[in-house]
């Protein structure tokens, strides 16, 4: 998938988008003025590590902001139909050669979702798994060397 074509966002990871880009845009904003105007009541601002870390934040987050803004302008909801394959949006339950279980949800990061492993697309592993059916061992090297798994069953993520 191309930056053009959007981040495949699960309907509850779009909602997680749009309530953070709430806050900044309204609470967050606040603070930050705040701590700004706090920081310019302290005098010389030449001198003033304070206000210069309170203007650097205000930076960070409006470039937050304009990054949430981007994804969810350009979001595209991740529907996945059961599949004897993996795909993105799939959850692939794995077994590596110490014989750990584990489920990974194969997505962008943004989906990120508490008790599952989250392997992207384009990481090692992400695209060792896409169109791996059930029985299948992969193979990905990483950083830390090569690494196995053997492919248990496939499910597609519901959220």
């Known amino acids: 998938m191309t930056e053009t074509e959007g981040t495949l966002l699960t309907s509850a990871a779009l909602q997680k988008l749009r309530d953070e880009l709430d806050q900044l845009t309204t609470t967050g904003r606040d603070e930050v003025v705040a701590r700004i105007a706090e920081a310019r009541s302290h005098g010389d601002l030449k001198e003033n590590s304070e206000y210069d870390t309170a203007k650097n934040d205000q930076g960070l987050m409006e470039a937050r902001i304009r990054q949430l803004k981007h ?4 979001a595209q909801i991740l529907e996945v139909d059961d599949s004897d394959f993996v795909t993105i949006g799939s959850v692939a339950s794995v077994i590596d050669d110490d014989g750990d279980e584990m489920d990974i ?3 962008a ?4 979702v508490p008790g599952l492993l989250l392997a992207s697309p384009d990481s090692p592993l992400g695209a060792a798994l896409l169109g791996a059916t059930a029985g299948d061992d992969v193979h990905y090297e990483a950083p830390g060397g090569t690494f196995k798994y053997q492919v248990l069953s496939i499910r597609p993520y519901q959220g």
């Not at 994804?71 to 350009?74: E, P, R």
Request: hydrophobic fraction near 35%.
């Open 105 to 107: 949800f194969i997505a």
């Open 71 to 74: 994804t969810i302008d350009n």
């Open 109 to 112: 990061s943004e989906n990120k």
